[in-house]
């Protein structure tokens, strides 16, 4: 595909087997980072490393008294499953370098499917999952689980391009979008995501506490979120090539 | 020429003989990318590839629930055709490029001849197709089918670069450009350029229906075509370098 | 001296013997690309080859049903003479390559001598035409022919870099500028500076028509000029990456 | 991790036995930056090297007659321990490669641990520290010190990102935050944050007359930080390519 | 050091044996500028070569008839010296490599000692110079003959980077800067400097008409500092990516 300047590294062995990438990006009403945030919590996955670039913003997230990589990877031997997340905003001009890393990545790494998660526009209540899928048997399959799948339309960032990818490639792919609230966060929309995940991969997890439990999960994301963004806004609005004096 | 960062991936076998090549991309009316749209459904043509690069707007078109790379090609075995389409407005900095790869991609598949569909300002009724020509017996041939050609002025963009180069190198090219308003869309341009295309080139394809059927047209273009121009000022407006929460 | 991503292409024989060559990009008045527009009129003379880059506006410019390249070069065998013009303004970045370029390619070519036209302000009435030279020979030379040199002062573009290092390289070159007015396009200057060259080139060219014909000259111009500017305008314009809807 | 466009010079003999790197960059109340600098002072630090870069501000420091690059190392002997400081805002597109290159020279020169010292905005009274760790027995190691880590949270710049990555490879570091002033100058923080660090590297070094030196301090430290930041923001006001006349 | 895109070509023989290398650049008054060109005109030196990059303002000084590069270089055997000027402000992006350039060409030259005129805000009375120095042993030498040298401080632009980079090196360096006002030009400071530099350098030149010739210096130096600046500001102003028309 292109040149890659965003590097996956990983830091514990791979022992899975053709496993499911689930992908959380932020997007709308956080839906991606939430509910891979949540998976990762409540299916107690293990780090497998993190994705790096000179285009990210320079930041460490806190959790838990360790400071981590803000876009990183973990896995589930038990679900045979790796979850990628990040939480901050992919830059623009690493949505193509990011989108060719995860895959080269996975096809490397014999991913068995790509899932990713996200947030869509309320189109009425805020009851539904709306499915795209790389192949027509993954469109059968998706709407056999009672997803609807979109039939006109577009998808842009990661998820985009990955899936116009594994169209073209037919690998398998698919991409999950809740829908829900452009709020500063969507803990709704990541359970309902979660809940059709679970319609397509086998997963053992109540999201009924998800939204309760989010008010927790909303102070963890939103100080690394707030200041990603702010890394970047801060050094733009000095005006100033060499920063200010409290950069 | 020069360096090329636009990539021209095959996904289907080539098994055309000088074939034509259409090429319609966004412009006046968007007369190219409907003209080019409505030959891909009417002729059945199959998938033959696309093309990507990092300046292209990070999207996938889905039409028919498919994800779909939104510049691509199609393929006619019936009428020795490819269909190059663009669902997107090509970046300034990728018009060289693009360029470049069209045209050294169609001189190593041996292509026959290239027709790029178009759009130009009304002068008068909008009844007529004025045609450019790569070579004087073009010219000739334009004119001979009452195609009216351009003596004096200049047309920019990936067909500019393309004919300026394709005259230089002595290579059949044509550009046909319809009377076209600068509305959102305009399905009659686009009839008026397949009408000429067909004088040029034998097809066998009404347009009587065009105009009308383009309610549907319209609407599978318009949420890609307004998707990928807001990827791009999504970014912009918000001023931060890490984009905003809602990316 | 410099890398060079211009690239100048030939397209025909080249068949000359230490050639002078006349260069004629846009300025004040339009003074060089007009002269220079005349000069291959006039003298009926013929394709060359012609200057690309990435950097040039992507324009293709049509005269005589032709589409051409902007700036492009045509050689006269009977004068002994090649004549290159642009029909865009050279932007910034493109400065050093293009001046880098042409010198490379003029000595490669042992081109015998270069002589630029171009306009400069009135500094009283509009009937001179003042010199640069790179030598102290061609000082004289000009000075011998009627033509005041510049003593002290700057010039910059295309012209002022190929002068310098003509001067460090001892190349022969020179610079005549016709006093022009800033408007759109001043043929009374072009007349002017054919008058100069031909005081120090042997040319059998009557200008006395040039003011008169220049309203059709203009019109041929003055469209590709105006859609080199705007095609960058255009673009910059939207404050969008990927364009609007109507490029 | 990525490419490094920062070097890193010594120019002294390195003689020292898995130290201590203590970094002081410019932040909240220039609390790395004054520490860093009375350290150097009061432990009779001897020159180690510097750091340079294109994207830095092109300055030289000058203290005590001698003009510096304003991003330079000391070392001392006798506490086997070096301290790195910058007298600018290290620009975002240097973050990265400096926190590279730090680490990749810590690593080939067998740091034994490194330890950021910075401000953080005060959250109540001005009299406390707090902490981050890469690891969990470092995090253990200052509780039992009576510093509080941040158990949720980020932190950006050079910091964060060494933070993170030295996490990743289990690399020891540090980093002490104290609650500044968001003031110029908060000799009050570099003090609190000089006695935290003493707290975990043995040192002999006394504070409480900092407030009153850092008068002299912040006289010697003003003029280097006013002119690289006015030597961006100089270049941009003028908003002209080639600078003004009194740069 | 860094990457070198800035050229020095020599059009002389390097006849000298360790001279002093007398840099005067734009600054504060034009001090540097006008002391280098009346060292030039004076001692009668020649021509050695010149300075040349893309990041140059693309244009030739004219002098005495003859097309000239803005930075270049001038010999003397006499005094065993090189003059090394520039006739426009360097551009930020050109300070590092330009310093580097330098420092190269001279370690390789085997140039004795660098010596930068310069202006500095007046502190009182205009009738002092002050010096910094890249070593202890001259900044001594500075006080013997009187001149004031900067203890504490910052200096930036190519005169800083390279005393910085001359102290790490133990290559002798010496700044001397003339107060000077923040005018157009200021004769008088560089009348100051060259007697300053006349007390370290052994020159036989006279400064008594400096001010009173410096009207015709003048005349000479504004046409090309003004050109500089506003080929830059030019292209910029129209915020055209293809110039204006009258470029």
């Avoid at 876009?71 to 905003?89: H, Q, T």
């Avoid at 116009?164 to 829900?180: G, K, Y």
Wanted: aromatic share 6%; proline share 6%; glycine share 8%.
């Amino acid at each position: 595909m292109l040149l890659s300047p965003v590097k996956i590294i990983e830091t514990a062995a791979f022992d899975l087997d053709k496993p499911t990438l689930i992908e959380g990006l932020p997007g709308l009403g956080l839906v991606g980072t939430i509910a891979a945030t949540y998976l990762v919590d409540k299916l107690k996955m293990e780090p497998l490393g993190y994705m790096v670039s000179e285009k990210f913003p320079p930041i460490a997230a806190i959790h838990n008294n360790i400071p981590l990589h803000p876009a990183r990877m973990y896995k589930s031997k038990k679900y045979n499953m790796i979850v990628l997340l990040s939480e901050f905003i992919i830059p623009l001009n690493s949505v193509y370098p990011l989108s060719e890393a995860i895959l080269d990545w996975a096809i490397s790494k014999k991913v068995g499917k790509i899932v990713s998660l996200g947030g869509i526009v309320i189109r009425g209540e805020q009851d539904e999952v709306f499915g795209i899928a790389s192949t027509p048997a993954l469109v059968k399959e998706l709407n056999a689980n009672g997803i609807k799948t979109i039939k006109e339309g577009a998808t842009t960032g990661v998820n985009g391009v990955l899936l116009a990818e594994c169209a073209s490639r037919n690998f398998p792919a698919v991409s999950l979008l809740a829908e829900a609230k452009p709020d500063y966060m969507d803990p709704k929309g990541a359970a309902l995501v979660i809940e059709a995940l679970k319609r397509i991969v086998g997963l053992d997890i109540d999201t009924t506490d998800l939204v309760k439990e989010s008010v927790e999960l909303e102070k963890k994301m939103t100080d690394v979120l707030t200041k990603a963004r702010e890394s970047g806004k801060h050094y733009k609005a000095t005006g100033e090539e060499y920063g200010s004096m409290y950069g």
